[in-house]
């Protein structure tokens, strides 16, 4: 049984259900409905193949106590009704912690894929729910060597398995289909190819206040090249409330893009600037630069290797977005893109689904 019920948890199931399939196992989807936006969760899974979910619970926006206490009051009905071999919870959502919960409570065996990510920065929702989740799992799936450091750190050696990172199958999946479509997009029409950057940001800690998003915009609005932001509903609702204005200098606003669309984008600009977890890594393994607005990263292999750079303040984040371009690398820390087949068959060693 695979739980999700988040964007990057969308694309991280694809392979992982083309590889369940693959290897001849019976596979049972839950969606927990943490994003309901229809842009945000019927379409991803329309766009990357993915069979409709077999329970859905439709928890929707809410604080963590309310979205992590209704999943959690429902999953027990889901575990006895489909009573599954194994629980594969994803990455580090209110869904993932709740679905771990629930299971090691009724004793079902729970693997966590993209087990052992640390930013080591417990203000984090994030880092609370990933590190309490590699905790109560029966199997760790670690993406990188990092991943699998910080977990036998933590004492956690004899249940973490290596497998790579699922991530690298599916974005290397799209953008073969990508660049061989060439679909225009609502962003590549209308932008020429390397004269503009794609941003998302949606954060708390970048959003919440109106002096610290009113800071963001304003180092965005003075970018050498226009900088579309791919703006969530809420990242909207509170410009709007504060005064904020996302249409300014070089930042302009667009909705947020299908998965295949965003990967398009990305290739055709000159950089990615984004707080997402995923994103950066995307833009890594497209080998576009990437300015990540945050203290911390994840994914340390893309700040090492040059791909990615840290910038809070408005001169650290414009200089970043226009620094000259890193060295090429062929360095695969995220592995070469057969990471979903390895974790179903470490689940099925270690659990005996």
Known sequence: ??????????VKLAPIAHAITAAGHEHVIVHTGQHYDPMLSDVFF????????????????????????????????????????????????NSTLAAAVSAVKLHFPVAHLEAGLRSFNRAMPEEHNRVLTDHAADLCLAPTDVAMQHLANEGITDRAVLVGDVMTDVLYQVRDAVLAEQKPNAVTDEFAKGEFYVATIHRAENTNEPERLREVVSALSQADKPVVLLAHPRVRAKAEEHGISLEAGSLTTRDPLAYPELIAAVLSSAGVITDSGGLQKEAFLLRVPCTTVRHETEWVETVELGWNVLANTPEEIAAAITRPAPAPTDATPYGEGHAAAAAVAAIVESIGA
């Open 1 to 10: 049984m695979s739980v999700v019920g988040a964007r990057p948890q969308f």
């Open 46 to 93: 329309r766009d990357l193949g993915i069979p409709e979910p077999d329970a859905h619970l439709g928890v929707g926006s809410g604080s963590h106590g309310v979205q992590t206490g209704s999943m959690l009051a429902q999953m027990d009905e889901v575990l006895e009704r489909f009573q599954p071999d194994c629980v594969l919870v994803y990455g580090d959502t």
